[in-house]
């Protein structure tokens, strides 16, 4: 209420537009407003629970909320604890509760799909022994001793085809039968994701009275105020305001959609030139004398290239993200909402493509444009390109699917693992830094006797008794940026996607981000508990357009996944095979899905065992050439052959099969998807029922104050009586309500604390707690929810400066 009266009080008598504390931030004068934490995260250990008064008398010692949140939940070892969601929401508002609650929520409905992933994993290392296509392969004497066509032109040797024994079963570890149950799986999972969270977020809502809460008229941007110089007179409270004409909002639009084209288009410039780098390495590393660089030479070109993408990544983010800011500043949005709805736009766009763009890569065009091998000048007629004279790099016979699991695991681990240390690394580094360089005013006298008296203050409960004023101190933290809650969301969103759409690739992914989301709560927490100042209190409905974004990455999941089954794994091509050729079993596979090549155009290394070679295998379907029929038993009675190595009548086969599939999969799993959000409703019924209880007691009450006696409407006591007959109408329902919800038995001492500590004393409105959730790391509603006030010191105010 008072942050609200700052916003929207003139300071300026003589000028109209001169309104509110922001404006005064704006222009620099003032350098910081934020309320204060209630006070120190720490108590002293001789007085953490009790002490002698002056009488000596033992007593204990209240702690004030803020040590309670670090107590309780703040601290990583308390990972396994319940969130106490009624306290964060006392304490920071209910715009960082809902936060919260939804990254607890989220976390807990991750456990089922990290057990399922694991599951499908272990089940793959299980059956590795057991599959005939990885034991052919890696078997000397059958598929294995096929000579396959060098990796690259001129200087790459023939080799043979056990040499990638080791990615055909790290192949099958990742990609076997039951990924594509577990791809289905988590398409659903993330449909029963997004409807639960509703269910869950109606009851926070109830609890928090955010049901009917609307967002009043939002006061104009103080950057729009001092921006905008043309003015008109607002049709609705007939007052003259700042206005931005259309043209110019269009000329503005227009300049920042083509930076943001721009910038979108740079990612795309870094993606091909990782690309280069790629095919680059790999004719480096095939020319090194070292045995062990060029039979590793795959392998060890996609880890360095992804580690250098995350690289490029992380840079390109911060470097667009404060671009974003400027752009939309100078879009120059008339509200706060416009100005966040356009900034979360940009952002989430650039990070979209920014960290998915080279997965799309490997999973759906890598190999696609190599061609058939050898450096011959029909090289465009037979499908292969070239950069800089260097042939695109292809597949492994055993899939490009070990490559995206390497891609997809550097990326979403080494963001984890950054991510983490610039939400506390750098918070803390700062704080240590600021502190040292902060200056206090006052002389070099009376800095020392201030830290004689703060380290002697450390012993002493009083707030009184520091000598360094709290506002002093709380200056001393870090700031909270305007946009503090973004950055948290646009994370998790960008997760999820690694979650859902590429889940089939590495299906470890959910166990990761669950690993990553416990600890994530606590640094969370950490950072707004002790290594900032605390934020400015807001009301909050939901999480806004994050479920939108959420809900359209879920779709999207379910295509991605159909099509990294169908074309990046050997999926259909294998289930084709069975059913026309192998009679249900897979023996034989490898060398039907590998093309023959006339060995005798290639131009090969001198040194090369096996350079004597007339006849190469390489992984495609493709026409064998006339030419070795003579040469070929296998090849004698093939009618079709082409000596371009046009596509085969079989590559026609698998491409069609792999369309059918993709086609069957997204239309079953979207209708099921759709079933489950039709079956599951939004609110649960004992909310409905509440809502519906309330609307009719309202109508009830509003018919007995309209059909009360007429001296009610002269104020005699009949009047009095009706209106409290009504109060207690209103107050029985609320008590019939909270009856409904089983009241939470905190099982901790430290959980204890938060009903004992502080003289906490219930509102008018209190309601009963409810257990949310049955997982130690999301969140538990408490006994005194809303409308709590605490008495004597522990009072806290959301307006407090």
Not at 296 to 321: K, M, R
Not at 392 to 405: N, R
Not at 691 to 703: D, T, V
Request: one cysteine or more; proline letters at 4%; hydrophobic letters at 45%.
């Amino acid at each position: 209420m008072v942050y609200d009266l700052l916003i929207r009080t003139l300071y300026d008598p003589g000028r109209k537009d001169r309104v509110g504390i922001e404006r005064l931030l704006t222009n620099g004068t003032y350098s910081a407003a934020f309320p204060l934490h209630d006070g120190d995260y720490w108590l002293h250990k001789s007085l953490r629970r009790t002490r002698e008064d002056d009488q000596g008398q033992t007593i204990f010692i209240k702690e004030n909320n803020r040590q309670l949140l670090y107590d309780t939940w703040a601290k990583t070892t308390r990972f396994y604890k319940y969130q106490p969601l009624p306290l964060i929401r006392k304490y920071f508002g209910t715009k960082i509760g809902l936060y919260f609650a939804w990254l607890g929520y989220y976390t807990k409905v991750l456990t089922p799909a990290a057990i399922v992933g694991l599951l499908c994993v272990v089940y793959g290392a299980i059956t590795l022994s057991t599959d005939p296509a990885s034991n052919d392969l890696c078997n000397k004497d059958s598929a294995g001793g096929i000579i396959m066509c060098p990796n690259c032109d001129k200087i790459c040797q023939f080799w043979q085809l056990i040499d990638s024994c080791r990615y055909a079963k790290l192949t099958h570890v990742f990609d076997n039968f039951a990924t594509v149950i577990f791809a289905a799986f988590m398409s659903v999972w993330a449909t029963l994701f997004l409807e639960g969270w509703k269910r869950y977020h109606a009851e926070v809502a109830w609890e928090w009275d955010l049901m009917d809460y609307e967002v009043e008229e939002e006061t104009i941007r103080p950057e729009f105020q001092i921006r905008v110089r043309s003015k008109r007179v607002n049709p609705v409270t007939q007052e003259e305001e700042p206005y931005l004409p259309v043209r110019q909002k269009i000329m503005r639009f227009v300049m920042s959609g083509v930076s943001v084209l721009f910038f979108l288009l740079l990612v795309v410039a870094f993606v091909f030139g990782v690309v280069v780098y790629r095919v680059i390495v790999v004719y480096v590393m095939h020319a090194s004398e070292d045995d062990f660089t060029q039979k590793n030479a795959p392998i060890l070109t996609s880890v360095t290239a992804a580690l250098l993408n995350l690289i490029v990544i992380l840079l390109l983010s911060w470097v667009y993200t404060g671009l974003a800011w400027q752009l939309t500043d100078w879009e120059c949005p008339r509200t706060q909402t416009e100005w966040e709805n356009s900034y979360t736009f940009k952002v989430f766009l650039f990070q979209f493509i920014n960290y998915y763009s080279s997965l799309f890569y490997i999973a759906f065009f890598k190999g696609k444009f190599s061609g058939v091998p050898g450096a011959v000048d029909e090289d465009r007629e037979q499908g292969k390109y070239r950069v800089f004279g260097y042939r695109l790099e292809s597949c492994d016979p055993a899939g490009c699917m070990v490559e995206l699991v390497i891609q997809l695991a550097i990326i979403m681990v080494g963001k984890q693992f950054f991510s983490g240390f610039v939400e506390i690394g750098m918070p803390m580094c700062m704080n240590a830094f600021r502190n040292w360089r902060h200056h206090l005013p006052g002389t070099k006298k009376q800095k020392m006797e201030r830290r004689r008296k703060t380290e002697k203050a450390k012993r002493s409960v009083d707030e009184t008794d520091q000598s360094v004023p709290r506002w002093e101190r709380d200056y001393a933290l870090n700031a909270v940026p305007e946009q503090f809650l973004f950055d948290e969301y646009l994370e998790m969103v960008i997760q999820f996607g690694f979650v859902t759409l590429f889940v089939a690739a590495f299906p470890l992914a959910p166990l990761f981000a669950l690993l990553n989301n416990i600890m994530e709560i606590r640094l969370d927490a950490y950072k707004f508990v002790v290594a900032s100042r605390r934020p400015m209190p807001a009301r909050a409905k939901n999480i806004g357009v994050w479920t939108s974004i959420l809900d359209g990455v879920s779709k999207m999941a379910v295509l991605t996944n159909a099509c990294v089954i169908a074309f990046t794994s050997d999926f259909v091509p294998k289930m084709l095979y069975m059913i026309t050729e192998g009679n249900g079993s897979l023996a034989n596979y490898v060398n039907d899905s590998l093309s023959y090549y006339n060995a005798s155009k290639l131009e090969v290394d001198m040194d090369d065992p096996l350079q004597n070679s007339t006849v190469c295998r390489f992984r495609d379907y493709r026409k064998p050439p006339c030419s070795l029929k003579a040469f070929v038993p296998a090849l004698a009675d093939v009618a079709d052959c082409d000596d371009h190595y046009g596509f085969s009548l079989q590559w026609w086969h698998v491409f069609a099969a792999k369309l059918a599939f993709v086609l069957v999969f997204e239309h079953l799993v979207f209708l099921i998807k759709g079933f489950v959000a039709y079956i599951i409703p939004d609110l649960p019924t004992h909310i409905f029922i509440k809502l519906q209880r309330e609307q009719y007691l309202a109508r009830q009450a509003r018919r007995d104050y309209e059909f009360r006696p007429k001296s009610a409407h002269d104020g005699d006591d009949n009047g009095a009586l009706a209106a409290v007959n009504v109060k207690e109408k209103y107050a029985a329902f609320r008590n019939e309500a909270a009856a409904a919800f089983q009241p939470g038995a905190f099982d901790t001492g430290d959980e204890t604390r938060l009903r004992d500590v502080g003289g906490i004393k219930a509102g008018v409105r209190q309601r009963s707690s409810t257990r949310m959730s049955n997982d130690s790391f999301h969140s538990v509603i408490s006994p005194s929810d809303s409308h709590i006030e605490l008495s004597g010191s522990d009072a806290m105010s959301e307006t407090k400066f």
